[in-house]
């Protein structure tokens, strides 16, 4: 059974950092393309930044490019998000998401919540 399992959300000062978590079982994840998407209050779901299953090729957003990191660890089956310079306009869920085969997995979300 897929499961994504998100963690690491907080609220956090702007300017500040959060690393999150988007731990997978039931399938290995160094054989998908993993992608990190997020939700913010009244807005559409956006994507993140997708990393390959080669681990090599990692692809963000425009406003994401420079602050955010995309990672595996292909021996914990997790992957990463390093955020870094955040903003108040970051506040979102954060959604792990994983193609395998024909269908896409979801995770539940973790809350990132940027504010003084």
């Known amino acids: 059974q897929v499961q994504l399992v998100e963690s690491g959300g907080a609220l956090v000062q702007p300017g500040g950092s959060l690393r999150l978590s988007c731990a997978a079982s039931?399938?290995?994840?160094?054989?998908?393309?993993m992608s990190w998407y997020r939700r913010a209050p009244g807005k559409e779901r956006e994507l993140v930044a997708t990393?390959?299953?080669?681990?090599?090729?990692?692809n963000y957003a425009e406003s994401m490019k420079g602050r955010f990191t995309i990672s595996r660890d292909n021996a914990k089956n997790t992957v990463y998000l390093q955020m870094n310079s955040l903003k108040p306009e970051d506040t979102a869920v954060y959604y792990c998401?994983?193609?395998?085969?024909?269908?896409?997995?979801w995770g539940q979300g973790t809350q990132v919540t940027v504010s003084s």
């Open positions: 998401m994983a193609v395998v085969g024909l269908y896409d997995y």
């Open positions: 039931g399938f290995t994840i160094s054989r998908c393309a």
């Open positions: 990393i390959r299953d080669t681990g090599r090729t990692t």
